[in-house]
Structure formats: C-alpha cells, structure tokens
C-alpha cells in the first residue's frame, strides 16, 4: 500500500516537475508571464489588474475549475494503474521495423550517408509534423463521431478554462491519445532508423524535444484559460492562437467544430474547420447540457457509458452529437 502511494505521488509530482509535461511549473510561469505583459502592454491595463485579471479568484476556484482538480487527481491514478497494460511506442516500432525488413521497394539504410544534423532534423520535423497532424486528426474524430463526441463532451463540459482543463478529459479518450501516442513515436522511429539507421534522435534541449519547449514555453497553457491572446490575423492562418482554441470551447453555435488544430492551424483551412480569434467575450460549455452533464463528477464519468449503453439497446441511430462540422471556411 505504501508502495502504491509512493507511486501515486510521484506520478502527480513528476506532471509539475518533468518538462516534458505540459503542465511543468517552468510553462506555467512563462504563461503567466506572457499573459500579464499581453494585458499590459496590448490591452493597456495597469501591472495590478492584469495580476489581478489573470489569478482571478473568480476562474481558478470556480466549481469548474474545482471539478478540473477532482478529474486530474483520478486520471492521474487511473493511468498509473492502466500504463501496464497500454501498448508502448517501442512494441509499435519493433513491430513496423520487422515489417520494413520484409519490403524490397526501399532498401535498408537508405540515407545512412546523410549525417547526423541532417537524421536529427528530418526526424524532428517529421514527428513534430506527423504528432500535430495525427492530433488533429483524432479531435476531429472526437467531434464528428457521436459516440466519441459522448466521451469528449466531459473536456467541452468546463465552464471555465484553467491549465488544468487540459486533463479534464474522460479516459476512455485518454486511452485512445495514448494509442495515438504509441503510433506516431513507433512510425516515427522505425521509419527513420530503417532509413538513417542508429544516427536517428530527436533534437533536443536538456533531453526535451524542442519543439515542445518552443509550444510549451511560448504559452500553450494559455489556450485553456480565460487570458484571450490573439496573433495577428496572418500568423493565425498558420499557428493556433490561444483565443482560437479559446473560440473552439465556446457554446455558441456559430462558433461549433472550429479550430480542431494543436499547434498548426493549416489542417483546419485544408478542411474548412479554420476560424479566426474573435474580439468578444465567448462563454464555455456545451449549452443547456452542461448543467445535466456536470451534476457530479461521477455523472460526468458515467454519462457516455449510459449514452452507449441507450445507443445499443435502441438498436438504432443516436440523436445527433450537438456539434456539428460546417464545411464553410471562415478566413
């Protein structure tokens, strides 16, 4: 038992302390940063309200938030209890790495030759690439889907947006971006040492990939907190604004499906989901369901299951998921 909590702690510690996580206490600090000087300097509100604004009382202890605690706290045990059994990135890499081998089209050690700088950045740009995409990818699937919108519903739900809402998402779709996980790193790493051969290895700052260091460092935090930082509309057709991603949690309905991007913005103008950040206040939810939906954590849990199971029995078509994906493309 004592061994077990040992775990435990150690595994919410190493959410605040390891840099490799998103919600490492040197990202938390730059967010902040970032977000004071923004209210300061773009906004022209004065050092103490913009403190004030962005360690708001009002959002951090709001029951939403409260609930944010309460779902980072169970996921965190779940997955420590869970990461046994879930298959890891070298099983996936093993795997597609034999079968490679038995392919005559590309030979084995194709670019061995190319050296080392080159390896590390090819290998950098297409994991940071293929990541976003396959991220994209799967929120996307989330919305249109109905049964998986049942499960992303619990993330969407949040009333109010805090760092930690980050980890408010139900296990179910945890589980399937731990999969997603596992692929990306196994392709990306079978794939480029079939290729390059051992040279193979991700550029990095202290053993961090630096593309997470740049995403991370530069405020990705922000994207769930109620500090609505804009880019200027070009850079915005390009990378994901936190106001964007700020405009995908909103409950309006003209704002639904939009903005289903992580770090890159251009999957969502390939598709016609692409929005621009918006100059107003949006609220966060998913409409007259949030309510019903966020009763009790426990319903929160046990709702998309109860979905499911209705689904099943009626042994036809669900009502429509609430969001739907418009193909009109806002520019």
Known sequence: MIEWFDIISSELASQFLNPKKRLFLGYLLSASIIAILWLCLIKRHAFGSSIRAVFDRRIWFSRSSRHDVICFMVNRVL????????????????????????????????????????????????????????????????????????????????????????????????????????VVQGVSIAGFVFLFGNQVDLLTIFGVNIFVIIFHGLGSNLRHSHISIRYPAFIERFLMSPAQHQLHHSEAERHFDRNFGVALSVWDRMIGSFHHSVDEKVSFGIGRETAAFTRSVWSMYWSPFRFLFRRIMRGRNAPAARRRFHQTNTV
């Not at 940071?128 to 993330?155: E, G």
């Open 79 to 182: 997955f420590t209890w869970l990461r046994p059994v879930l298959v890891t990135q070298l099983a996936v890499a093993t795997l597609l790495f034999q079968l490679l081998h038995h392919q005559t089209l590309v030979p084995v050690g194709l670019f061995e030759d190319a050296g080392y700088l080159v390896a590390a950045i090819s290998f950098t740009l297409f994991f940071f690439l293929f990541d976003d995409f396959t991220r994209f990818a799967v929120h996307l699937a989330l919305h249109r889907v109905p049964v998986l919108w049942a499960f992303h519903k619990f993330h969407h739900s949040a009333e109010t947006l805090t760092p930690l809402t980050v980890t408010r998402t139900h296990p179910i779709e945890g589980l399937l971006f731990t999969a997603r996980s596992a």
